[in-house]
Every structure is written in structure tokens, then in C-alpha cells.
């Protein structure tokens, strides 16, 4: 079967009103996080919640949250019972893959900023901000990361909506190991490879990132030049898109 637009919002409609109790239970859950850390570190510190801080939490709990939201996409495929009723349901591979895709990424980054927003301009001014006003961070700008958050989001995705097909239980926790031990393994060849072909001890080698070494008692740095780091955004950008793509294929061949 083809893609159907009519098809495609039926199938819509009925993912949303079977899961819509798990997603309002999950929105209040994600909103009792976001305020608890907000709460401890408004708390924990002297002064106002810099921008700085509400840009740590944002990063945090999109990349937490998102990754364990996402991983249970695809999860009734992991049942025999569900997956039957899944599979044979009269709708294309791609009307399926595409409502998981749009909830996992697309919507729970809408509804994750609004939370974020919604908790920050509630509990923020409570803070002891003296004669200063409250500061909010900015969203579309990189002056915190913030664009890097939501471009390492997408790789993120594309990890956690892969491993919720891939695997039939423990979607989280088996995608979230085998996401580290291939890092891991990544970055330490990634070492060995940059000191075998400069010839020299590094003290830090992070792949697609600055090299720093270290030269009798100095300290050196070699960085990427500053027009070149939005360029740096296609990797991840480029391995997201290859995941989703893998994902797809993988729903496709994908059998009771």
C-alpha cells in the first residue's frame, strides 16, 4: 500500500485516542522534572537562575526525556498480541512509521519547549533575583547551545527509534548500552588513530571536536575555525536522517 493522506489521518486519530492517556500521564511527568530541577537549583544557589543553568536543565531533561519517550514508539511491536494487531493493521509501512516519527520528534519538542517555558516563567521570578528582573533563556539562538541541543536531539532520536524496533524488550536500556560501548570504542580509536598520525601524546582527542595537547608546560589547543561549526551540524544531522531511514526498512521487514 501507498501513502494515503485520508489512510494517514485515520491512523492518526486512532494512535492518538488509544495513547492519549499515556501522553497526558507522561506530560505530567515530564513537567514534575522539569520543575524539581528547577526547584533544587533555584534552591541550592545564591541569586537568580542564570541562563546559563535554565539552558543545563533545558539540554538535560530534552535529551533524558526525548530518549525514553522514543524508545517506547514502537514498543507493542515488542508483544505478540499487540504486534499482530499492529502489523495487520490496513495501513502502509510509511503511515505507520510516519505517526511515530511525528510524535516522538516532532510534537514532543513542541510540548517539550512549551513545559519548559511554562515552568520556567512560573518558577523563575520566584527566585531571589534582587533588583535585577528575571532572565529567561532565549530559544533560537546558540549563545548556550541551545541550537546544538536540538540538532544533537535528532541524532539522539534517530538512536532511541531505531533501538524501539530493533529490540523487543528493554528498548531503553539495551539501546542506551550498546549506544555507549560503541562510543566508547569510537572515541578511544579515534585517539589512537589522531596520535599515531600527529606522532604525538594528545590530551584530549573528541571526534569532531578540538584537539588539545600538551607541550613541556604548555598547554595547546587546535580548534576549528568559527565559520566552519555550523558545518560541524551535518554529521549529526547526517546520521539522524541515516537512522531514520534504517528505522523505516526496519519496520518494513519487521514480522510476527
Known sequence: MHFNIKRFGLLFMKHTVEH?????????????IIALLMGFIIYAEEGGLSVKGQAVIFALVLIGAGSIFTSTVFSDLGDKKKAIAALTLPASHLEKYLVGWLFSYLF???????????VAYLMVPLDDWGDQKPQFMPLFTNENGQITFFVLFAFIHGIAFLGSIFFEKWHFIKTAFIYFLLMIGFMLLNR?????????????????????????????????????????????????????????????????
Request: charged share 15%.
Open 192 to 256: 589512537v588513530f589522531m596520535e599515531s598520525l600527529l606522532g604525538i601524546e594528545l590530551e584530549s582527542a573528541v571526534p569532531f571536536s578540538n584537539i588539545s595537547l600538551k607541550e613541556g608546560e604548555y598547554y595547546y589547543s587546535v580548534r576549528f575555525p568559527d565559520n566552519w561549526a555550523a558545518w560541524l551540524a551535518v554529521v549529526p544531522l547526517g546520521c539522524a536522517l541515516l537512522l531514520w531511514v534504517t528505522t523505516y526498512f526496519r519496520l518494513r521487514e519487521k514480522e510476527v
Open 108 to 118: 514532543f519538542q513542541i510540548v517539550y519547549v512549551a513545559s519548559f517555558y511554562l
Open 20 to 32: 492519549y492517556r499515556y501522553y497526558l500521564m507522561a506530560w505530567g511527568v515530564l513537567l514534575g
